[in-house]
């Protein structure tokens, strides 16, 4: 249920003794004004380890530079639940060894992919090549609260890690990630 301001009421999270509001970002898909909204509580990413694979497989792809990508699936109270995965390109070709800019028209096409299946956007992924699986200054600032970033650090070794964060309010809070198969 959403209030006349766009703000979902209270509810319970992992501590039933504590009551979290809700994030809203975003629009709704099919160009209705109701908001996407994302728990601030989410403890967990679960993400199918064939999914996990590909996104390795992708990183290792496109080392030195960064590559990046969307998570498709369902937010849920507790986690979000990771059911595909889409590449995208980088655009940023002059400093694509530390920086991505996710192409527009892969954003586009996900959306249309998640909404076919009835799911949404639920963040983005992208390597950190020769660097940790921490986000930078720069992800900082293009983050949207609520919305998993997954970073997986990889080298010419192969993939070293892979991590996943949440914005909270102006830092990253890391959530657990679960190998999960549906």
């Known amino acids: 249920m959403i209030t006349a301001k766009g703000v979902a009421p209270m509810s319970r999270c992992h501590n039933p003794n504590r ?30 380890p064939a999914l996990r694979t590909r996104l390795e497989q992708w990183a290792r792809g496109g ?28 655009l940023n ?4 060894a ?21 799911m949404d956007i ?3 992924w992208h390597s950190h090549p020769d660097h940790p699986a ?17 970073i997986l650090s990889v080298s010419r070794d192969g993939v070293e890690d892979l991590r996943s964060w949440r914005l909270d309010g102006d830092r990253f809070v890391e959530v657990e990630v679960e190998a999960w198969v549906a």
């Open 134 to 150: 921490r986000p930078s200054q720069t992800d900082r600032a293009a983050a949207w609260t609520g919305w998993s970033y997954v």
């Open 63 to 90: 080392y030195p530079h960064e590559t990046c990508g969307l998570l498709l699936g369902h937010v849920q109270d507790q986690f979000v639940e990771v059911k595909e995965a889409a590449i995208a390109r980088n």
């Open 98 to 118: 530390d920086r991505y800019e996710l192409d527009p028209a892969a954003f586009v096409a996900a959306d249309a992919q998640a909404r076919a299946a009835g």
């Open 122 to 124: 639920i963040g983005i």
């Open 19 to 48: 009551f979290v509001d809700y994030s809203v970002i975003g629009m709704r898909h099919g160009g209705t004004n109701a908001p996407r909204i994302f728990p601030k509580c989410m403890t967990t990413l679960r993400l199918p």
């Open 93 to 96: 070709v002059e400093r694509a």
